[in-house]
C-alpha cells in the first residue's frame, strides 16, 4: 500500500538533532539564571586582588553578621569609652589589639560557622581573615567619618583610631600579598604599630601620641594608601611568556 | 595512587586517635567504618590537610601537603564534607556553593556552570535560590555534598554525608557516589554499613586508630559467616572483626 502524497523524509533541517543532552542544556540555563553577577566593588576588588575568592570574602563580610556585630561593637564601644574616660587615653593605644582580637574571634572555630570548610580551601585562611578585617575597618572609619560632619568627639575617635587601624590592616595586607605569608602580614602590622607608638611617645613624651598627634593622622592617610597601591601592584596579572 | 599514609600517627594529649596507620589509595569508593571514638574523622582531616599528623607521613594527589604551595594545590583538586557542616545562614543555596567554589580557586568564569550542575547532581534544582536557614537538616547536607564536588575532585573527603538524609535521598546519593568514584578518588566515613554495602568498592574499618580490617564489602560479610551479632550479613562481618579486634 502507498501513502498518497507521502512528502518523504524529511529534509536535514528539520530533523531533530541527534543526542541532545537535555541535562547539560538545563544546567547552562540553570547556570545563566542562578549566577549572582558580582557588583562593582566585587569586580573591581577580584581584578586588584587577583583572586575573585578573596574578592567574594570581602564583599560578604556584612553578610556575615555575627563577626560584623561584634567587630563594630568592639569598635565603637572603645570609642565611646575613650570619649567618656577622664585622664590621657591610654585605652587608644591597645584599642587596636582590642579591635584584633574581636576580628580574630569573629573567624576561627566556634565562631565561625564554615570555618572548617574555609581551611579546608585553598585561599589562605589568614588572607581571608585580613580581607575581612580591612572590610570591617574601612566602613568602620567611613561611617566615622559620615559621624565626624555631626560630633567633634566622633572626628577624635575616627582620626585617633579607625583611621590609624586602617593603615595598620592595610600594611598587614600589602605585606601579606608580598611575602605570601599572611603571619608576616599580621605581625608587620602589629610591629609597625608598636614601633610608631614608641616612637611618637620617644619624641613627644606623651604616651598617646601616636593617636593624639594631629600631625600623625595625615601621614596615617597616606600609608594606607601606598598600602592599598602596594596590594594593588602586587597582585597584578601577570603577562604570560 | 591519590593517597599515601605511612605510619601515621594524630594524638590530642594523651589520647591517641590515629595510631600508626598505613593507607593507598586509587580511584573508586572507598568507605570507613568503625565504632564512635574510632578515629575516622580524625583521619579524613588529616587527608583534608585540616589536622597535621603528629607523626608519618602523607602523600595526596602526588605531593606532600606539608609545603604551602603544594598544599594549596591540593586544596585546588580535593572535595571535602566535615562531619558537622558549618554555614552562614543568610547565604542562598547558590552563593554558599558559589563562595567556596571561588575560595577553591575555581576560574570564575567556570564557576557558574559548576555550581548549576553540582546543585543539580545534590537535587536541590528548586531550592536553588532558598536561603540556608530555611533549609531542613537533610538539604543543609545535599547542599554541604554539593559544595564539596562543585570543583569536580580528584579526591573526594565526604564525613558522615548520609547522617541526615531520607532513604530515597541516600539510594540516589549512593548512585552518585558509585559514578563519582569512577575517576576519582572518593574516601566516605560512616557508621552505616548499607552504604558501603552498595556504594563502595573497597572497605576499611577503623578500632582504636587502627585499621584492623581492609577488603571488599564481600569479604567483610564473608567474616561475619556464623557470626550472630548484627541483622544484615554486612553487620555481621562489621561486628565480628570488631569483637576479634578488641578481643
Redesign the interface.
Known amino acids: 500500500m502507498t501513502i498518497p502524497n507521502d512528502p518523504g523524509p524529511l529534509p536535514p533541517a528539520h530533523d531533530p538533532p541527534a543526542r541532545v543532552d537535555l541535562d547539560r542544556v538545563w544546567v547552562g540555563v540553570a547556570a545563566e539564571v542562578w549566577r549572582r553577577h558580582p557588583g562593582r566593588i566585587e569586580r573591581t576588588a577580584a581584578r586588584l586582588l587577583r583572586s575573585p575568592g578573596l574578592a567574594r570574602a570581602l564583599v560578604t563580610t556584612p553578610s556575615l553578621l555575627l563577626p560584623w556585630l561584634i567587630s563594630t561593637a568592639v569598635a565603637f564601644g572603645v570609642g565611646a569609652l575613650v570619649s567618656i574616660g577622664p585622664g590621657e587615653p591610654l585605652v587608644w593605644l591597645i584599642a587596636p589589639g582590642v579591635a584584633a582580637v574581636g576580628l580574630a574571634f569573629a573567624y576561627g572555630p566556634g565562631t565561625d560557622p564554615a570555618w572548617e570548610l574555609s581551611l579546608s580551601c585553598a585561599v589562605p585562611d589568614r588572607i581571608v581573615l585580613l580581607a575581612r578585617g580591612l572590610a570591617v575597618f574601612a566602613v568602620n572609619a567611613a561611617l566615622g567619618l559620615i559621624a565626624s560632619t555631626v560630633s567633634g568627639a566622633a572626628v577624635a575617635l575616627t582620626f585617633g583610631w579607625l583611621v590609624p587601624m586602617t593603615a595598620v590592616c592595610a600594611l598587614a595586607l600589602a605585606v601579606t600579598v608580598t611575602v605570601r605569608s599572611a603571619a608576616v602580614g599580621a605581625g608587620a602590622g602589629v610591629a609597625a604599630w608598636t614601633i610608631t607608638v614608641l616612637a611618637s611617645q620617644a619624641v613627644s613624651g606623651q604616651d598617646t601620641a601616636a593617636a593624639t598627634n594631629v600631625h600623625a593622622y595625615l601621614p596615617y592617610l597616606a600609608v594606607a594608601a601606598c598600602c592599598a597601591a602596594i596590594v594593588g601592584y602586587a597582585t597584578r596579572p601577570r603577562r604570560e611568556f | 595512587m591519590n593517597v599515601e599514609m605511612r605510619d601515621t600517627y594524630r594524638s590530642f594529649g594523651r589520647n591517641r586517635a590515629v595510631a600508626g596507620v598505613d593507607l593507598q589509595l586509587g580511584t573508586g569508593v572507598f568507605g570507613l567504618l568503625g565504632p564512635n571514638g574510632a578515629g575516622k574523622t580524625s583521619l579524613l582531616r588529616m587527608l583534608?590537610?585540616?589536622l597535621p599528623p603528629t607523626s608519618g607521613e602523607i602523600r595526596l594527589l602526588g605531593q606532600d601537603p606539608r609545603g604551602?604551595a603544594a598544599r594549596?594545590?591540593i586544596?585546588?583538586r580535593?572535595g571535602?564534607l566535615?562531619q558537622?557542616?558549618?554555614?552562614?545562614p543568610?547565604?542562598t543555596v547558590?552563593?554558599f556553593i558559589?563562595?567556596?567554589a571561588?575560595?577553591?580557586?575555581m576560574p570564575?568564569s567556570a564557576?557558574?556552570?559548576a555550581?548549576?550542575?553540582a546543585?543539580?547532581r545534590v537535587d536541590l534544582?528548586a531550592k536553588?535560590?532558598a536561603k540556608l536557614r530555611t533549609l531542613s537538616g537533610g538539604m543543609l547536607r545535599r547542599v554541604g555534598i554539593a559544595?564539596a564536588i562543585v570543583n569536580n575532585p580528584d579526591l573526594l573527603l565526604l564525613d558522615e554525608p548520609t547522617a541526615g538524609l531520607d532513604p530515597e535521598q541516600r539510594v540516589h546519593f549512593r548512585g552518585l557516589l558509585r559514578s563519582l568514584g569512577v575517576d576519582s578518588t572518593v574516601v566516605v566515613s560512616t557508621h552505616l554499613v548499607e552504604d558501603v554495602g552498595t556504594a563502595c568498592s573497597e572497605v576499611a574499618l577503623m578500632s582504636a586508630g587502627k585499621i584492623v580490617f581492609r577488603g571488599t564489602p564481600d569479604e567483610l560479610t564473608a567474616r561475619g559467616e556464623g557470626y550472630g551479632v548484627g541483622d544484615a550479613p554486612l553487620e555481621r562481618g562489621y561486628s565480628a572483626v570488631l569483637a576479634e579486634a578488641r578481643s
Open positions: 583534608a590537610t585540616v604551602a594549596r594545590e586544596r585546588r580535593f571535602y566535615p558537622s557542616l558549618g554555614y552562614y543568610s547565604f547558590v552563593e558559589e563562595y567556596f571561588l575560595l577553591k580557586e570564575s564557576v557558574p556552570a555550581v548549576a550542575a546543585v543539580e534544582g536553588a535560590r559544595q
